[in-house]
């Protein structure tokens, strides 16, 4: 148990393996715990032998912020589960198809307004890319965009930030593995009731509003889900999806959708900080293949500068460090060990990421690696996990961070503020998601040539 207690798990983790090796056991309270710190290992479990992996343990806890298990990304493995996720895929693919691209380039030219509204003063940018993320998904989800100002979105992250930041602790995850403790009063586990009960209502009130409008919606995925529950009742096995499934579905995509993205953003800049000559690169070649206009994402093939600081920043800092547990459904093998059925299944994504078997030098910041002879691969990349249960969002957010970090990039020059003293911490904070600690940032405006507005008129 004090191997999972431990202050930044993904590193600790990873820090075992080079005494243990790629794959090893823990055991917490009744509970047996593989670790998996190697992209080969992880993808033959989750890959090659996806169906004997994809299940998803079930705790106490994450019955509790789950809805008894009937999201997706905690919900284990079973008809229902296929169901419910095929029904979201197609929604979110649906919905991509026809807005994705339009609504992104609207909160990315949105976030560098914000961003110039600093004139150059120091600020902490997170929650203006939590903003920024948060409006894509809930223009997708809802179809409503909304200000810094904003009750309701105030309400709602405040509640979901919580809710990841609650479970995530110590004080919780204790409860999983020692059931006698659930008897002890504990401060932290009654917040998380209230806060989850906060957040039911919230989501029920927006599913309500959409409900009560004249038209249906299938551009947004509220609208797609509700039509996909009312056609559904003749699927294969039976299943009958409901609207608790379209609830449970909302709040996947909104938690997925949000503190991931923004903690990236916020990673970016702080390493750019350490590496100015990356940024400058970056920046001349979007000013040279882009020739003043902000690019598509079908210009990632002619930014491959840009592309491997994308791909540099998912390798170093994944902000799902540890995916989500996994649980073996039947016996099975992992590496040739045997695996019985319900052992839980960690796949530790910082570990391979940073596996000096597959990386040089793999502490260091260096996008060079994925550049012509850099010698880095992204094939050894997997900061989404895979198979059955790889992140739902992978396709919406990797244009997410490819045209923030673009239209950012084009627009600013991010500087650290000497009054503000060193540089960031870039150690982080890992919860269930992997953070940058606090620092703030001065991001002056590139020639006037590419303000946001001029731009927009090119
Ligand atoms: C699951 C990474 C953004 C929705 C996951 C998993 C990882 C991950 C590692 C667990 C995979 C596994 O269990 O093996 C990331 C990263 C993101 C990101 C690095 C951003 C940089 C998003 C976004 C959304 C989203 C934008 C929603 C639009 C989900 C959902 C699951 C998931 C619903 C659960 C899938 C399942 O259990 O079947 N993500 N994610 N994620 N992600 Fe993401």
Known sequence: ??????????????????????????????????????????????????????GRPSSYT????????????????????????????????????RSLH?????????????????????ADLLEDFTLAASNVITTLVFGKEYDKSS??????????????DLWGSPWISTLDSFPLLRKLPNPVFSRLLRVVAR???????????????????????????????????????????TDVHVHMATVDLIIGGTETAAAWLNWTVAFL??????????????????????????????????????????????VAPLAVAHKAIRDSSIAGYFIPKNTVIIPNLFGAHHDPAVWTDPYSFRPERF???GGGSTRSLIPFGAGARVCLGESVVKMELFLFTAYLLRDFHFVHPESEGPLPDLRGVASVVLKVKPYTV???????THSAEGAQLA
Not at 103 to 119: S, T
Not at 157 to 163: A, F, G, K, R
Not at 292 to 316: A, F, Q, T
């Open 371 to 373: 550049l012509e002879g």
């Open 1 to 54: 148990m004090m191997e999972l207690t431990h202050d930044h798990l993904p590193i600790h983790l990873t820090a075992l393996s080079q005494r243990y090796g790629h794959i090893y056991r823990l055991k917490c309270g009744n509970t047996t715990i593989v670790v998996l710190n190697s992209c080969d290992i992880i993808k033959e479990a989750l890959v090659k032998k996806w169906s004997d992996f994809a």
């Open 102 to 122: 339009d609504v992104i380039e609207r909160q990315a030219l949105h976030l560098n307004k914000v961003l110039m509204d600093y004139q150059g003063r120091a």
């Open 273 to 318: 900080l350490y590496r100015p000559e990356v940024q400058t690169k970056v920046y001349e070649e979007l000013c040279t293949v882009l020739e003043g206009r902000y690019p598509k994402y079908s210009d990632r093939h002619r930014l491959p500068v840009l592309c491997s600081l994308i791909h540099e920043m998912l390798r170093l800092r994944p």
């Open 62 to 97: 994450g019955d509790i912020v789950s809805g008894g298990g009937r999201n997706i990304s905690l919900g284990d493995y079973s008809d229902e589960w296929r169901a419910h996720r095929r029904l979201v895929l197609g929604a979110l693919q649906r919905c991509s198809q």
């Open 199 to 241: 957040r039911d209502e919230i989501i029920r009130k927006h599913l309500d509003q959409y409900k009560s409008q004249d038209t249906e919606n299938e551009n947004v995925i509220t609208g797609s889900l509700y039509r996909g529950i009312d056609k559904q009742h003749n699927t294969e096995n039976g299943v009958l999806l």
């Open 151 to 164: 009750l309701a979105l105030q309400q709602l992250h405040s509640c979901l930030n919580e809710i990841v």
């Open 442 to 448: 001065i991001a002056r405006p590139r020639a006037v």
